[in-house]
């Protein structure tokens, strides 16, 4: 049934949101066209086409994309169809290749998306084939790439990448900042966990502070007493220091903070989130203090955001170098990628806590995502089932809020990255012609 701009006005309101945002498909196929499909979308980083012909493919909304290193060093990002009868060209998740040959009839594109062979000409003369027309290329997809992370956006309207992303763009720095050569690269392969909800199911829970210690409350006691039977003097363990902030108190979940910004991005957690008390990691901070010197890596390592969202798709733990992208496939799947990141400089044991924190709290055998996509699955089932008609994202309204540059800060366990983010879903959703 089609929705009207006042039908979807109806179902956001300054403390609640209807429960369809969730289970009608309506709204999520109005939500890829008017959401996913014109606005900045993450597609990867540029360490995972390294090499001329390197190449990944991914969805931006329903539009299936390649983005390719060509052989002038020049990252692309190609729509995923040939332009003979519409054919995707490339049919791996990744790979390498010197040209995308179609596999029904053989036209050919070089790696910018020029059209560079058809195999029997002969019968195209005296038509309005010219594989020199540019129309028979591969379309070219308007994208960006911030310090290595490449967005592409359907849409020629809007803000620039950068504008985009505005201040909360310090999450991305402040990542790339902790390697003590300034760079950073995705190292080993990824994560992908297929979620039976709604994608904003997740991209909710990642500021909501209020939920930890109710859901992960098992694991956090298990966690507590196994730390409370270590022998005197016995060293701390990464799995303990990993997992054992997830039981934190709401004190210190409110003293955390909450900061958000246009276009719905948000990030919890300052100088302190459950990121900050890891145990030293020897030899990083001297190779830190070596590159920075002693007050500016103090400074970059005081920052220990918990998650910053780039609204709707890129979600990162700079503190913790690792990345979600929320992948959404209808109105209740969601593929849900983590990938992890190299401080390139730093100790391989950096790379290895960050691989752990992902198998312990983000991979299908967590002991922690799997509390989580619990619950994501009986919002789910409960929002299908009606009775209660409205989501209630009132906690801290109007109160304990001040500016910090082009965001707003607020006490963390408040529901305002909620707000946040459903005042940036309506103006994305009642905008018929094309938007940031
Ligand atoms: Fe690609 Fe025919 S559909 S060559």
Known sequence: ???????????????????????????????????????????????????????????????PVIMVRDKDGNINVLHNQCTHRGAKVAGKTCGNARAFRCCYHGWTFKTDGTLIGV????????????????????KVVRSENYRGFVFANLSEEGPDLKT?????????????????????????????????????????NLNDTMHPMVTHQSVGDA??????????????TNEADIISPFGSSYQMFD??????????????????????????????????????????ARQILSINRHNTIYYPSLTIKGAIQSIRIVRPISVNETEIETWTFRLKGAP????????????????????????????????????????????????????????EGNMTRAIGTSDISLRNQYAAWLDYMTHEKEVA
Not at 355 to 374: F, K
Not at 379 to 397: A, C, H, K, P, Y
Request: with cysteine; hydrophobic share 35%; net charge negative.
């Open 1 to 63: 049934m089609s929705k009207t701009i006042e039908d979807i006005k109806a179902l956001v309101e300054p403390t609640r949101i209807h429960r369809s945002l969730y289970t009608d498909p309506d709204l999520f196929n109005l939500e890829m066209e008017r959401i996913f499909e014109r606005t900045w979308v993450y597609l990867g980083h540029e360490s995972q086409v390294r090499e001329p012909g390197d190449y990944l493919t991914v969805n931006v909304g329903r539009r």
């Open 119 to 138: 195999p029997h000409k002969d019968g195209y003369e005296q038509t309005n084939f010219d594989i020199k027309d540019p129309a028979f290329s591969l």
């Open 164 to 204: 985009f992303l505005g201040d909360a763009a310090s999450s991305i720095d402040n990542m790339i900042e902790r390697s003590p050569e300034g760079a950073i690269e995705i190292t080993g392969g990824v994560l992908r966990f297929r979620h039976n909800c709604n994608w904003k199911l997740f991209v909710d």
């Open 223 to 236: 966690c507590q007493a196994y730390v409370d039977e270590l022998p005197e003097g016995a060293p701390k």
């Open 255 to 296: 003293e955390m903070g909450v900061s958000v910004g246009p276009h719905g991005h948000a990030f919890t957690g300052g100088e302190e989130s459950i990121h900050s008390n890891y145990m030293d990691i020897p030899g990083y901070m001297e190779s830190m203090e070596a590159t920075y010197g002693p007050e500016k």
């Open 348 to 403: 391989d044991e950096m790379l290895h806590r960050t691989m752990l924190y992902s198998r312990l709290i983000n991979s299908p055998s967590s002991m922690v995502g799997s509390d989580d996509l619990e619950a994501y699955v009986r919002l789910q089932e409960g929002l299908m089932s009606g009775g209660t008609e409205w989501v209630d994202m009132s906690r801290f309204i109007g109160r304990e809020e001040h500016p």
